[in-house]
């Protein structure tokens, strides 16, 4: 990832902690609590509310959320107390992360599959559940919207402080912004489709473009490989961690670079873990190789027109491009343009002569 979200706090955080409860409230303490009923959420007014509403209503979303919080209900109902404690657990770690994407190894990360080993039912009712959530049919009700808001509104608070307009993930697709009537898709970074208990918490949803989110990442996990655990960037990170990238090119002739003659190395080894889930998840390589093959032409064509225009040498076109570049890093992809520039004169792409 080549720089973090800012996160911003919204409305929208309330689902979440509706969802907290009906967990640890209702469903973790369901084998002592009797029937279920309206009652359950009598600690949490705005949630009975909500549920309340659902209860009398006949819209499709609302007899999807109060029916499967009650069909889930009578399943947690059956656990032992050692067995709701492995899900308490499950849905801390899968809700913290930060500390999945550092791979913590206390953190207990649970995937559908993990939970289907012992609880077949009950892992496919939270699938059905917690992937349904995000679902612009519950979203819209108006019982639940008046309380947590809309995504669009949310969408709007994050790109007014988000505001590179870049994909952070790739770095080359650009994101639609506050002048935008439309909006980006929320990538589930940890997939809704793998994991329960997140799918609607903002920590683990990021904006991402169509490339890196419906191309490339779809439902890779950032988290697991086949050999088993693995670090990952986490998108909000407090701190930026600067990629480096350097590239090699073993072509004498722009017009025959093709992705199989030139190598690229990504540092700084301290990151090497996450970097190598980053290129795993959303095909970096091959995404930065076929940028380079498409602009590369361009890009020594505006070096070459530059020094004929001011008199200067290749080199110092590039000394002036490097220090814009380390000011605005994800203009025109010039964290891709500057390494690539630099390799063009490694290998001969690129000599004084040509100006």
Known sequence: ?????????????????????????????????????????????????????????DAKGADFFYGHVERIYGLFSALTAAQINQFEQWYQGNNDLEKVCANDPATHLARYADIAVNHKNLAAQLGTFFQGLYSQSLLDLAALRARIGDIEDHYQSFVATNKVGKCPFCGIGDLKGEHHTKREAYDHYLPKALYPFNSINFRNLAPACHECNSTYKLSKDPAHNPTGRRKAFYPFAATAQMIDIQVTLRCTDIDKLKPENMTMQFGPA???????????????????????????????????????????????ILAVRGEQAKQRP??????????????????????STDV
């Open 330 to 351: 994800h203009f025109e992809c010039n964290f891709l343009r500057m390494p690539f520039l630099d390799a063009c004169v490694k290998s001969g792409l690129l000599r």
């Open 1 to 57: 990832m080549l720089f973090p979200y800012t996160y911003v706090p919204h409305q929208m955080e309330k689902m979440q902690t509706f969802i907290d409860f009906i967990f640890h409230e209702v469903w973790c303490k369901a084998s002592t609590s009797g029937p279920f009923g309206l009652n359950l959420f009598d600690a949490n007014a705005e949630l009975r509310e909500v549920m309340e509403a659902f209860y009398f209503s």
């Open 270 to 316: 301290v990151i090497s873990d996450e970097i190598e889930t980053w290129k795993d998840v959303y095909g970096i390589e091959e995404r930065y190789k076929a940028r380079f093959c498409l602009d590369s032409r361009y890009w020594l064509e505006q070096v070459m027109s530059e020094g004929q225009a001011y008199g200067k040498q290749p080199a110092d």
